[in-house]
């Protein structure tokens, strides 16, 4: 099966099958012909892949007229501050976030920082299917560049929009997991800046992912060993691109990254209220943290620039997802790790432990699963589920959607991978669990 | 028809947002560490301002198909090959349009013996290219890029330990040098300092941006000519942009010619030890007459460095040097390929040796005037020509159409030939004076113009 998933903010697939040099050769050319001009910011991922597709992106970027400032290994949230700090016209992130090793992706990002938007990605689009690139002569040729500091302008400017002083008072000690990803090395500088100390584990830059680079609890044991033996405040498990987090509070304590969005959202209202954004299949606890502080709430398709694309829409104040991306637009309009990071620990440092923050969310109970189904098929395949388990079944902006009175079950092909995703969510927990295993008996092939 | 695309024995040239694309450099790469099967591949390039494009391309290229790409930066196409072989490397690619203008860029391919892919392996590496299918990899195998940032070490090594540096060092030269802010900028002044000479260079900031055609031909070197007069030097060199090829000025400011480099060359080299001498059909009637001096063969190949290199190797132990008309000198014992460092060391060696300033030296080789004219025309209808001259010269002199046609006389010859580099015909004249030499030279391309049904 050929893996390749192009959507709006980009492409991701498989090196090697599906990720050749040619693809991101015209991906790129199309992204650098719609810029026009540059300069046009890269980074990347850890992924052993990585240096093929960024040296494939930095060829075709030049080739179109675009000067190019070369980040190297770089988080994506620092990317896109970076791209708007310097008012760069764009930038191109090289990583596949939370899939496996085999995957990598390119996303673009816009002026603004942001992914771009759905009439920005299909123009790029259309630029990529007539592969009518700009092809310019020697003279307009892009250059290549450098910027010195970045890390140390987005750190200085996360610190100045957190209360880094409490953070620094409480002296909080917490164990990160970057999974050997982009966030790797960079996270120690995280510390020094919030005056936390960090234990760093899986902390090299050498893309050889311990496990899974998804945040979530399947992948924490390695943290919560830790946070034990040293008895640490907060665990943080970090995507390769660090956009997105999952928490841990102890080892007894399982927090799935549905509590991530939530947490903040909680603890971020506080400070500043206005709407909130999120997508159709994330938990219903951010409604009730919503509904608490007054706070309207509107339900988006999945992924980052849906999100974000209605939170500027909306004017909201917070965006985030289930999966443990969270953007908070007065800092900059993407999911960004480390702010995810340092807002929890603001709310640490005014007094409550991470544990009783995450005490604090009323608890829903959302059983994720998935089943792998050939692309052809996945859409007409939803359709006959919705035929099949019985119930007021409604069309959603993504998906399909039954409500059952405790809670809510949720069919979606996935935009990454040829998946089916199945989420149930109930008070239950063992409600939630017998629905999804339910569902998943209707899957024909399975 | 005439392209901006020439893929051949010399690599691939082509111009920059036309022909030379960063797929097409892609595609190239891939075949290129297809056909190699993985492994470290030298990846070098002469300071063209396209060359950070071309460069990304072919990386991007080599780590898809799983090489291990050795990212050498700005280095003259001579320093590449001896690096690949010094660094046991699989291959190398160097990004260079050598001579051409700045708007050309292009790849030349290089096996793990440090030499230009011959014939044959040309054609099977285009074979790969042509069919289009490439080894990709998966990411287990993915490889990262390496870099070194003082490339030149193993070609210094290589021309230290051949050359009299001491009797060099002794005379304490005072050397213009013109690197036309080409490749050869990383380490010409480096290279003459070592010698114990007081470098002057000139044009020596490797950014691509040519202060004069990268060609070295007397008009392009006036800045050279002038500069060696005002700074009173005992010589002055000037590199093409990858510096494989050298062209000489005298003491006077007088450019000597670029053919001149290799007879030096030759007279230098036989007396410090006889031996084969290999040379294309287009370089000087000197190189025999100083060879009978030595009694030693001269053997004529195809023009194209590497058909001067095969038949070098071929002949093994046996060969003293070889070159080209162009200003490219090769001397095995340094690496089998044309080079500008070499090409240098040896004109200082002769001057040290011989205690003779470089005119002295160039008036005392055997007295010959070669002129070079290139008119428009393809490969097609060079041939078309080439017919057309073969049959009119048939019995009226004598003919060699190894490449093209050369018709030789007993006071001059004529060598017509399609560029390999570029959608042009070449014309060669050699006679004994610059006026019997310019006369025949305009008799035949009026000649050649009258004759209309080439075209």
Redesign the interface.
Known sequence: MQLLKISISGVRG????TI???L???FA?AFGTWLGEGPVLIGRDT???G??????????L??TGCDVIDLGICPTPILQFTVSHHKARGGISISAGHNG??W?ALTFINSDGTYLNSFQGEEVLDLYHLEKFN??????????GHIADYLKEYFDTLCSFVDVNSIRKAGLLIVVDCCNGAGAEIIEEFGKCLGCQVIAINNEQNGYFPHDPEPCVRNGQQVSSVMEVLKADAGFLTNSDVSRISLIASKDQAMSEEFTFPLITQAYLERKKGPVVTNVMTSSMVDEVARKMNCPLFRTRVGQSHVIETMLLEDAVIAGEGSGGVAIPEFQPAFDGFLSMAIVLEAMALGASLGELAESLPLRHLVKEQVGCSLPRIYSLVNEIKKLYPGEWHETSDGIRLETGTGWIHLRASATEPLVRVYVEDASRETARERAEQIIRYFPYW | MRTSLKIGISGVRGIVGESLTPKLCTSLAQAFGTYLGGGLVVVGRDSRTSGEMVKGAVLAGLLSVGCRPLDIGISPTPTVMIYAREARACGAVTITASHNPSEWNGLKFINSEGLFLNSAQVQEFLDIYHQGEFSLVGVDACKPVINDDKPSLPHFRKLFSYLDVAAIRKRRFKVVVDCCNGAGAIMSARFLETLGCQAVPINNIPDGAFAHPPEPLPENITELCRCVVSEKADVGFVQDADADRLAVVNEHGEPLGEDMTLIIAVQHILARRPGTVVTNLSASRAIDDVARQYNVPVVRTRTGEINVVERMCALGGQVALGGEGNGGVIIPAIHPCRDSFTAMGVILETMASREMGISRIASMAPGYCLVKRKIPGSREQASRLVRLLKKNYEGKASLNSEDGLKMEYPDHWIHIRSSNTEPVIRVLVEAGTKEEAESALEAFLSEIEELKSWK
């Open positions: 498989i090196v090697g099958q050749t040099p040619e991101v050769l015209n050319s992924r052993p892949s240096p093929m597709l960024h040296q494939a992106c930095l060829s075709a030049l080739s090793k085999d990598n092809s310019v002569s020697v003279e307009k040729l892009g250059k290549t």
